[in-house]
T-cell receptor, first 116, second 114 residues
């Protein structure tokens, strides 16, 4: 199957700093990628849809100025958590569907963010 | 699925037993349903999917049942093994306009005892 990677796999930062998380499709092109957030022992919640060459679409309640998304190429989307606070500590997961009308999505391994 | 942010329900079984994990979804327009397995600290892993024009689909040791009337999905795992221990999520998606946009259910923690 197709492979999606994320970097870093974990990050610890101080409150007030910004953190960038990368999501890459390694062997296929993805015009769309999705970013999810998962708190401990909870389900995945969709944050935003990242669109190559255009603005991201954010879900209700997600601050677009706090969670900056850039989909600069067909294989890379980045999520930047700006001015991170302890409540932003979570597991961030990206996914990418294969093009061509298929539904299947491939998920990255996730990034554990801890804000001190 | 219906995700309400609550702590996950659990299911404990003995090795070799069959497991049944249930899920409810709320969107009548959903056309595609998927079961994912998530191990600790990892991303979701695809298990099996089913389209809305089907009510049953079988894979290797797994079967998914779909009841559109009551918006219910189940995953059956035959001869459950310790390696099946994980969190299982259902997800659903409409075909259009939100192509690929998944809504996840709350998940179930499956623990398999040797």
């Amino acid at each position: 199957g197709a492979v999606v990677s994320q970097h870093p796999s974990w990050v610890i930062c101080k409150s007030g700093t910004s953190v960038k998380i990368e999501c890459r499709s390694l062997d296929f092109q993805a015009t769309t990628m999705f970013w999810y957030r998962q708190f401990p022992k909870q389900s995945l919640m969709l944050m935003a849809t990242s669109n190559e060459g255009s603005k991201a679409t954010y879900e209700q309640g997600v601050e677009k100025d706090k969670f900056l998304i850039n989909h600069a190429s067909l294989t890379l989307s980045t999520l930047t958590v700006t001015s991170a606070h302890p409540e932003d500590s979570s597991f961030y997961i990206c996914s990418a569907p294969l093009a061509g009308g298929r539904y299947e999505q491939f998920f990255g391994p996730g990034t554990r963010l801890t804000v001190l | 699925g219906e995700s309400v942010g609550l702590h996950l329900p659990t299911l404990s079984v003995q090795e070799g037993d069959n497991s049944i994990i249930n899920c409810a979804y709320s969107n009548s327009a959903s056309d595609y349903f998927i079961w994912y397995k998530q191990e600790s600290g990892k991303g979701p892993q695809f298990i099996i999917d089913i389209r809305s024009n089907m009510d049953k689909r079988q894979g290797q040791r797994v079967t998914v049942l779909l009841n559109k009337t009551v918006k219910h999905l189940s995953l059956q795992i035959a001869a459950t093994q310790p390696g099946d221990s994980a969190v299982y999520f259902c997800a659903d998606s409409e075909y259009l306009p939100s192509y690929g946009k998944l809504t996840f259910g709350q998940g179930t923690i499956l623990t398999v005892h040797p």
